[in-house]
DNA sequence: ATCCCGAAAG
DNA sequence: CTTTCTGGAT
């Protein structure tokens, strides 16, 4: 048979399926947009239970800020951040974004960001030794306010079983799909990446929960 | 494909 | 005990 298997017009759907039940999630959980950054780096394949943890140290060395961070002695930080996993690599990254924000004349890293076009403000980032897609697009979005859709694992695998894009679709091409499929707003882009962690860590398991599932009614259930 | 790495869940 | 967690570089 010749039936489409994928189509990008069950997104929108599932959008509104997700925020209606489980609501806005208040995303992203930190205190400034300096903060947002710092998590970004340290969330980097680790539970964010681990990162809150490792910003806890640091909040308590008096240390979350960029002057302070930037000066501190690679050791002495990764010590610090030890809960969140990878801390000796971590340091190492955290620190070569750290230089890049420092780098900024007047503190003002947040509005130069902002005065690149979004893909070019992106490329910037990207070329930062250890900020990856998902950790530029994270910055991009929950700390700078750009429309740059976040892209992650449970992303990639929601959206091959609910035939919103074929198995195995790429970061880029997926994050392409979904914003041409959703108003192209920095708000729905922020609860639409945050509602799908909430339904990867929840339903859509590697074993997944499909009798529970939020989306059993719009998912065609292609696992 | 492998390495980086701790913590909690399964 | 093994898998997973709001990945990225080599």
Redesign the pocket.
Known sequence: MARKETDKSRIAPAYKKLLSTFGGQN???AETPFEVCVGAML????????VE?ALANIRARGALSLAKLHAMPDEELAELI??S?????KAKRLKHLLAFLADVKGGKWRDFLRSLSLEKARETLLKV????????D?ILLYSADMPSFVV???TLRIGGRCGWFPHGTKYEEARAIFMESVAKNVKVYNEFHALI?RL??NFC??KPLCADCPLNSVCPKKI
């Open positions: 995303w992203w959980p969330t980097q394949n680790a539970s964010w239970g681990n943890k030890r809960p996993g990878y801390f000796r690599l030794h250890g900020v990856g897609p998902e950790t530029a994270s992650d694992k449970y962690v990867g860590a398991k590697t």
